[in-house]
């Protein structure tokens, strides 16, 4: 009976992995983790300090609406950010990497390795390249009257996002794709009186993840899209021509999305719901003369209301019958004293009830800290440039590859380029250090197996053999173990347009 456990073994693993993969990383949806500031590319060229108290764009209708009244003419603005995000994996992985090891003739399998299944084993480097877009739009109609301001705007954007690809690596059965793409429709409306304003909005919130992973040509894919309805509140206070303080508050969200699922070959109609953090933002505009200006930014995300994730696959029980199954039930009296015209048959080789869990998250609250300086160098052009440094919410117990986030360092530099009187570019870019941090995970659930049976039949009398006891896998073989090494690129452009 030695080949059924070892295939048993890699076939749970597999499988359970796959499930594991779809649930850890519905968790987590870059800021820190899947959380996105480049909303604007004037403010990526501050390394985002300027988000809660510089409101010399459109683009303060996402970062602080109450900046809006600020503005003497409509205006829009309409940019993107792309990013070239670098993430390689070194270390090792349990059992459930074998189809990376067997050995092929005519897409058989032909060969398994039998130490791969006593220890884990190194793996080939495991890298993913991926060049995510976020696209941006803000505008904003400011009226002023006398010593009274109003302002309406309109920012459509991406809050949260994340693209992980290792579908060419050898670690693809935990990871082959992972996408998250949202975003938010925020109208928002703004008054001032004198020095003082303030704004409060209200939209509507989209996320979308897509999650796969890849067992030889099978395997787990999720597809899930929801709405959700949020708001924002803002205020910013002028206390003289050179100092200027804002502060913004985003609520967290519970999301209820929901969409398709495939597990080996089963289908299902997928429902998750997790949070994402509630969003505190303060920060000061200091003119230090005509030309300079220094700003700061300090943001507090409370990532520690994310405790956990309810998902439900839709498929309560996943069923795997291999092709191989009836050749072994012929097998099995050759190998075991059983009576000469006995029926055998095998029963439950991969059953797994796959419906719902609750995965413990635990993140922990975490800081953003910018500084940033702007200088006017002529008519015609304004020099940015910033530093900046994102705390991240996951704890070294949870991380894995496919969001394998540590905190991490900004630094920026961008430029202004003012046309005319009616239209101006902003340029960006950003280099995101993130120092290299070590895995230990096990991301695979506890998830309830059906312990595979062997039926034996004589005449009228049936006896089942539970196989339960000899398809194993120990817990430090099925998880992996390394470092990581992310490297992140990021580069904006936007176009202002004024209306006169």
């Known amino acids: 009976m030695g080949t059924l456990p070892h ?21 987590f949806l870059n800021g820190a983790a899947y959380q996105i500031y480049t909303q604007s590319a004037n403010s990526l060229g501050y390394a985002h300090a300027d988000m809660a108290a510089l409101a010399d764009d459109a683009s303060t209708a996402w970062y602080n609406p109450a900046g809006m009244v600020n503005l003497c003419s409509p205006e829009v603005c309409i940019g993107g950010a792309s990013f070239w995000i670098k993430e390689e994996f070194n270390g090792k992985v349990g059992v ?21 299944l006593q220890q884990p084993f190194r793996v080939p480097r495991a890298v993913s390249n991926t060049y995510p877009l976020f696209p941006s739009f803000n505008a904003v109609w400011p009226v002023h009257y006398y ?82 309805n949020t708001y924002n509140l803002a205020v910013m206070y002028k206390f003289d021509r050179e100092l200027t303080l804002g502060a913004t508050f985003r609520p967290g969200l519970t999301h209820k999305i929901s969409g398709n699922s495939s597990i080996f070959f089963s289908d299902g109609h997928a429902t998750c719901h997790f949070k994402t953090p509630a969003v505190l933002t303060a920060g000061f505009k200091c003119d230090m003369s005509k030309r300079l200006s220094i700003l700061g930014t300090v943001g507090y995300n409370l990532w520690s209301r994310v405790k956990s ?18 050749i072994l039930a ?117 998830v309830s197996i059906v312990p595979p049976e062997l039926i034996i039949t004589v005449g009228d009398v049936t006896e089942v053999i539970p196989l339960d006891s000899v398809v194993t896998v120990p817990p430090s073989q099925q998880g ?3 470092s990581i090494n992310s490297t992140a690129l990021a580069f904006s452009l936007q176009i202002g347009i004024i209306f006169p």
């Open 96 to 116: 459930s990497s074998l189809p990376d090891l067997l050995a092929y003739e005519d897409g058989i399998v032909t060969t398994i390795p039998g130490m791969a």
């Open 480 to 482: 992996y173990t390394g």
């Open 147 to 228: 010593n009274l301001h109003f302002a309406l705007g309109l920012a459509i954007d991406v809050p949260w996002g994340l693209e992980t690809d290792y579908s060419y690596s050898s670690v693809r059965p935990y990871a082959a794709q992972t996408l998250i793409e949202s975003l938010q429709i925020n109208p928002s409306v703004a008054f001032g009186i004198g020095d003082l304003s303030f704004a409060v909005g209200y939209g509507r919130e989209m996320l979308e993840t897509k999650i796969t992973s890849s067992v030889i040509n099978t395997g787990a894919y999720l597809r899930l899209r929801g709405w959700e």
């Open 309 to 326: 994730i309810e998902v439900d696959t839709g498929i309560p029980q996943v069923v795997v019958t291999p092709l191989f199954s009836n």
């Open 7 to 27: 295939f048993l073994d890699m076939a749970r693993t597999h499988l359970k992995a796959a499930l594991g993969l779809i649930f850890l990383s519905s968790s």
């Open 330 to 446: 012929e097998l099995i009296p050759s190998f075991l004293p059983i009576p000469p015209g006995a029926d055998v048959s095998l029963q439950n080789i991969l059953t797994l009830n796959s419906g719902k869990a609750s995965i413990p998250i635990h993140g922990k609250d975490t800081v953003f800290l910018a500084l940033g300086s702007k200088f006017i160098a002529s008519d015609m052009w304004i020099l940015k440039a910033g530093f900046g440094y994102d705390q991240s919410p996951i704890r070294p117990g949870t991380r894995e590859f496919r969001i394998p986030d540590n905190d991490h360092y900004l630094f920026s530099v961008g430029a202004r380029c003012i046309f005319n009187e009616l239209a101006f570019a902003d340029f960006g870019l950003e280099y995101i250090y993130t120092p290299k941090c070590g895995i230990k995970n096990n991301p695979i659930l506890p």
